[in-house]
């Protein structure tokens, strides 16, 4: 069988066409990144720490990216801060507790000169299955999403219980 020279070659070649097949075939159809467009919204996904209790959360689309932080959390409130690498031109953020709920938005307020970091004290979620809703303006484009709370409490292997 090894001594076939056509055998030979078609072992040789075939993963070759292989690899050049796979990238060939996601060149045809795979979607092209394009630049955010003025007045268009776009869906922030949030990464895994926001499903873990980190006490952070990240979400993002593309090189939009923003990072929320839970400061505090108590029965009257909870705090959260929010930075982002772009000046943002606003922020909305509600708790709600399932996707069909609208919640009550609430402005957070900018501490810093540049409109890159946010406050906001958010009635606190009764369960981890609460959802954050965020929803950010870069320069007339709108970023929305949302994440489970169960990144509010920042608990280690080391916190005692």
């Not at 990144?33 to 990464?47: F, N, Q, R, T, V």
């Not at 090189?63 to 108590?74: M, T, V, Y």
């Not at 958010?122 to 709108?142: F, H, I, N, Q, W």
Request: charged share 25%.
């Amino acid at each position: 069988m090894f001594k076939n020279k056509h055998f030979i070659l078609a072992v040789i070649i075939t993963p070759v066409l292989a690899v050049i097949a796979y990238f060939g075939v996601d060149l045809a159809v795979s979607e092209k990144p394009h630049a955010a467009k003025k007045g268009e919204s776009y869906k922030l996904i949030s990464k895994s720490n926001c499903r873990y209790t980190s006490g952070l959360c990240d979400m993002e689309n593309g090189e939009f990216k923003i990072k929320f932080r839970s400061e505090s959390l108590s029965q009257q409130g909870w705090e959260i801060s929010m930075t982002s690498k772009h000046a943002l031109q606003g922020v909305i953020v509600s708790v709600v507790a399932n996707e069909s709920e609208q919640g009550q938005p609430i402005d957070m307020v900018s501490n810093d000169t540049e409109n890159r970091s946010w406050v906001a004290t958010l009635p606190p979620p009764s369960s981890k299955d609460y959802l954050l809703r965020v929803a950010t303006e870069l320069d007339g484009t709108l970023y929305y999403g949302d994440t489970t709370t169960e990144f509010v409490k920042y608990e280690t292997l080391f916190t005692d219980k």
